[in-house]
């Protein structure tokens, strides 16, 4: 039913709680973004992370002034307060609650970034006929800590974590090609083939989402991934940081199609 | 000294005989074919063949009338019997001589096909920063049969030839993105990883050129590669055929940036 809705109508119905769900499948067609949130003496240097780090931290869009919950670029009556169905509130780097609602803990000097988020390439890629493993298995991508370093700014230092899919190589070169049409959403993968070249152990134990089927004769492809900020959080430690729950997007009235670069 | 020639010079150079090498390095920036020279009753079909496999099988060029050996379209004064350093002569899919010139084998029913080679997409990806193996190594690409069967017309039928590079994945990753700007010199590559997945047994020892090192980490990248008309000739057994000698290019007045269809 949620897949009927637009964005702004399905931004509504979370807003007065009325879905509650993962955005996974929620309005096909248009971009969902990660989310981060951090008070202006740490918002700028994050702001130059992003810009370092393109690939894990795509920026599609970021909050005009400090302490305005409003996306106006983004959608139609965005309140990035209430239109995610969860949130998670950090103190200091350590996670403190997953809340519904951030109107309570919103406060006058925050700054609001939206990540490009998977769900914009597996979209493409699905419309090209790939398979993508964790959504036929009806699961969360599996997610690594890599040994990758981000580009580290003086407080921002941590590792890129990259989501996975499996594929059989002709298919992991097609999807070179239709991901590096999309820039703004991860681009092209960053590595395939052996997980311990970037220091990933145990294929079957992702660090983060779960772990799917690997067939005879495909090859992991990595993909940077969105979670690489919350990697970098719990690091750098800022006092007080706000981000979505893992699943649990921001809706925009922006068409994946319209990210496309060529 | 005979990368600082022009094409034109260095056509004129090999028809005067005083260019006999291979034409790896000659004249950079430009354009190099492989060569199929059919007779007419089997040249209609053949150019079926090319357009059922593009991969293997890009057309640059096709001589304007049956036992015309000029290309204009491709260059000045090109020669297509005196042009190339040394040629191969095939009769009923044997290759009975080869020769620095088919002035003595020209037949007033040969058509000719000018095929796109992998030199410039190497010359691309070296621009790129990219390593190629088979260059550093000073030696010709290895190059191996599959188990990958070319779309059949009903007389050429036979398995894809690739040619391989060993990369790192990051730089394979680049390479799919660098050489889908070139489906006129076989565009992004076939496959990468397990060889045997397309019938390679041995990747240290090719069907035709040399091996080269793989280093630790290096995926094996394997494009589609002219030499597939000479594999496929050789199954197919028209009468009478002549092809360059392996490395023994046309080299034409194309610049390969021309190639590029982004």
Known sequence: MNSALTPLELRHRIRAGQYTGNTSGCAPGFVQCNLMILPADW???????????????PLIGVSDTAGSPMMTALGEDIDIRTDLPNYR?????????TVPDIRADWRDDLVVFAIGCSFSFEEALLADGLEI??????????????????????RFTGNMVVSMRPMLAKDAIR??????????????????????????????????????????????VFWACGVTPQNVVE????????????????????????????
Chains 1, 2 share one sequence.
Not at 138 to 149: A, D, F, L, Q, S
């Open 43 to 57: 918002a700028d240097e994050f702001l130059r992370f992003c810009t370092l780090n393109p690939k894990p931290c």
């Open 235 to 262: 690091q750098s430690r800022p006092p007080f940081c706000i981000t979505h729950s893992p699943g649990d997007m921001l809706v925009t009235d922006l068409r994946n199609s319209q990210l496309a670069v060529l």
């Open 89 to 97: 509130v950090f103190e200091n780097g350590k996670l403190v609650k």
């Open 133 to 154: 493993r964790n959504i036929s298995e009806g699961k969360n991508v599996p997610m690594y800590r890599t040994n990758i370093e981000c580009q580290p700014t003086a």
């Open 175 to 220: 999807a070179v090609q239709i991901c590096t049409r999309f820039p703004s959403v991860h681009g092209a993968p960053v590595h395939l083939g052996d997980p311990a070249l970037i220091g990933i152990t145990d294929i079957n134990a992702p660090d983060y989402g779960d772990s799917v089927s690997i067939h005879p004769g495909e090859l992991p």
